[in-house]
């Protein structure tokens, strides 16, 4: 199935480092998500973006919807240990169908203490 | 309030075994979703219900899998003649009613089921 490019893959980082990692599409979205997931969790929502160009933050998360609406970049600043996990971007188009998601293959992100 | 919650958190199963996977969406959500997780991907849409009714199953496999949904609420996901590929794990989700314009609606995932065929 549809999958969006999601980079890198892995991160390996030291406490305190910024973080940043993006996902691109062939396909354009009107709404892009980014979540993280714990090991034996489901994926839990961080932010969510609705308009072309806009640029939202969570506490030290940021994350910015491309003005093509086929990208958009996740930066985490001053990681801390709780960070680790896998991060996922997921689109959502209204043409493309009701209300599935379709995710990244996931940036694994790893903290050095 | 209680999240959504799928019953069992692991299945073992062997090559060609009959499974049903259950999902206990959040109260009052009326969408529920079921997406399957392979080993490090992400997860992949299976099939959208609004209700009882499935609105979007393009994402199943193939016949062997079908999910139903009988009272609006609990669903269950079920996988006839199962093949090592099914291994994965499968996550639900639901959401409030969607608004009519089609714009997305939060959708609250589930732990998931792991599912492991030998």
């Known amino acids: 199935g549809q999958q969006l490019n999601q980079s890198p893959q892995s991160m390996f980082i030291q406490e305190g480092e910024d973080v940043s990692m993006n996902c691109t599409s062939s396909s354009i979205f009107n709404t892009w998500l980014w979540y993280k997931q714990d090991p034996g969790e489901g994926p839990v929502l961080l932010i969510a973006?609705?308009?072309?160009?806009e640029l939202t933050s969570n506490g030290r998360l940021t994350a910015q919807f491309g003005i093509t609406r086929k990208d958009s970049f996740l930066n985490i600043s001053a990681s801390i240990p709780s960070d680790v996990g896998i991060y996922f971007c997921a689109g959502h188009s209204i043409i493309q169908g009701a209300q599935k998601l379709v995710f990244g293959q996931g940036t694994r992100l790893t903290i050095n203490p | 309030g209680a999240g959504v919650s799928q019953t069992p958190s692991n299945k073992v199963t062997e090559k060609g075994k009959y499974v049903e996977l259950r999902c206990d969406p959040i109260?009052?959500?009326?969408?529920l979703y079921w997406y399957r997780q392979s080993l490090g991907q992400g997860p992949e849409f299976l099939i959208y219900f609004q209700g009882t009714g499935a609105a979007d199953d393009s994402g199943l496999p193939n016949d062997r899998f079908f999910a139903v949904r009988p009272e609006g609420s609990v669903s269950t996901l079920k996988i006839q003649r199962t093949e090592r590929g099914d291994s994965a794990v499968y996550l639900c989700?639901?959401?409030?009613?969607?608004?009519?314009?089609?714009?997305?609606?939060?959708?609250?995932f589930g732990p998931g089921t792991r599912l492991t065929v030998l």
């Open positions: 989700a639901s959401s409030a009613h969607p608004p009519t314009s089609g714009a997305y609606n939060e959708q609250f």
């Open positions: 973006l609705y308009k072309a160009g």
């Open positions: 109260s009052g959500h009326t969408a």
